[in-house]
């Protein structure tokens, strides 16, 4: 298994493009998150879904939309990047199994700088 | 808002050493996790430990968890270079729908 897995790895954008981060899941986890990593900030939720065509606000949620369409995929999206958005971006998922007792599984990461 | 603090911020020691990290949680949980990020990579879950447990061992990852002091550690006894990495405590918040993650405390083993 792949695992969780993130497309690209890096990216440049502009102030004002747009773009899409994919998130992959071979584990057929019901939840997946969007986190955003910035030095002393820790790990930060933007969106996340319980399950198939369902999407919630996080904590930082605001300049995001976030797409579920297939229970393996979720996507990031970034309409008009702003420099504010440079970070680091992780997908986890988890299972809904055990309730409290499941853990998160995370992706590598995708570097995203924005000029 | 994070919902868990780690401290340090930072803590560097030499290989052999013992390495402690605290953690300290705003609300009641049901659970408390550590997860483990190496540099430039996401983060890998190391052992969760129940409200009602005290202490969890596994290798050489010692937990403790004092909910009244809403509270928790993480040892990692004889440390080795490779256990250079940030770590992070996190909790269940929102109907056990995501977990909230603080700020990491990073760790450096020197050899």
């Known amino acids: 298994n792949a695992g969780v897995t993130q497309t690209p790895k890096f990216r440049v954008l502009k102030t004002g493009q747009s773009m899409t981060l994919l998130c992959a899941q071979d584990?057929?986890?019901?939840?997946m998150y969007w986190y955003r990593q910035d030095p002393g900030m820790g790990l930060r939720l933007i969106h996340y879904s319980v399950g198939e065509g369902t999407t919630a606000k996080g904590e930082v949620p605001d300049g995001y939309n976030v797409s579920r369409l297939k229970k393996q995929n979720f996507l990031l999206g970034l309409e008009s990047a702003a420099p504010s958005q440079t970070s680091v971006y992780f997908c986890?998922?988890?299972?809904?199994?055990?309730?409290?007792?499941?853990?998160?599984?995370f992706g590598p990461g995708t570097r995203l700088l924005v000029l | 808002s994070q919902q868990g603090e780690e401290d340090p911020q930072a803590l560097s020691i030499q290989e052999g050493e013992n390495a402690t990290m605290n953690c300290s949680y705003k609300t009641s949980i049901n659970n408390l996790q550590w997860y483990r990020q190496n540099s430039g990579r996401g983060l890998v879950h190391l052992i969760l430990?129940?409200?009602?447990?005290r202490e969890k061992h596994s290798g050489r990852l010692r937990v403790t968890l004092d909910t009244s002091k809403k509270s928790s550690s993480l040892l990692i006894t004889a440390s080795r270079a490779a256990d250079t990495a940030s770590y992070f405590c996190?909790?269940?918040?929102?109907?056990?729908?995501?977990?909230?993650f603080g700020t990491g405390t990073r760790l450096l083993v020197s050899p």
């Open positions: 430990i129940r409200s009602n447990e």
């Open positions: 986890a998922s988890r299972h809904n199994l055990a309730g409290d007792q499941e853990t998160q599984y």
């Open positions: 996190a909790t269940w918040g929102g109907s056990f729908q995501k977990l909230v």
């Open positions: 584990m057929n986890h019901e939840y």
